[in-house]
């Protein structure tokens, strides 16, 4: 069973950054699809940026250019550097596999992060 435990979330000003990590267990990890996503209450999660095995990253439009998804085999970690934070960003954010891969049942405890001033 996969394991996923994220961390690095808290609370910062508009314009200032964060970097969550994500520790993944139990998956062959350098075959899996990696995302990041988020949940705000009322709102169903979305995909916020994925990583393929070879690397190749996607965002949603409105984080391109100010977060950036990367992985490292070696420690099955799965990281998201997040830029010029704003208001909006605020949520919920969790790890999890991403399409075209399926999702793992279980979800991580996610991490919070707050954009206010």
């Known amino acids: 069973q996969v394991q996923l435990v994220e961390s690095g979330g808290g609370l910062v000003q508009p314009g200032g950054s964060l970097r969550l990590s994500c520790k993944v267990s139990g998956s062959i990890f350098s075959i899996d699809t990696l995302g990041w996503y988020r949940q705000v209450p009322g709102k169903q999660r979305e995909l916020v940026a994925k990583?393929?095995?070879?690397?190749?990253?996607n965002y949603l439009d409105s984080v391109k250019g100010r977060f950036t998804i990367s992985r490292d085999g070696a420690t099955k970690m799965v990281y998201l550097q997040m830029n010029s934070l704003k208001d909006e960003d605020t949520a919920v954010y969790y790890c999890?596999?991403?399409?075209?891969?399926?999702?793992?049942?279980?979800w991580g405890p996610g991490t919070q992060v707050t954009v206010s001033s």
């Open positions: 999890n596999a991403a399409p075209p891969d399926v999702l793992w049942d279980h």
């Open positions: 990583i393929t095995p070879g690397r190749r990253t």
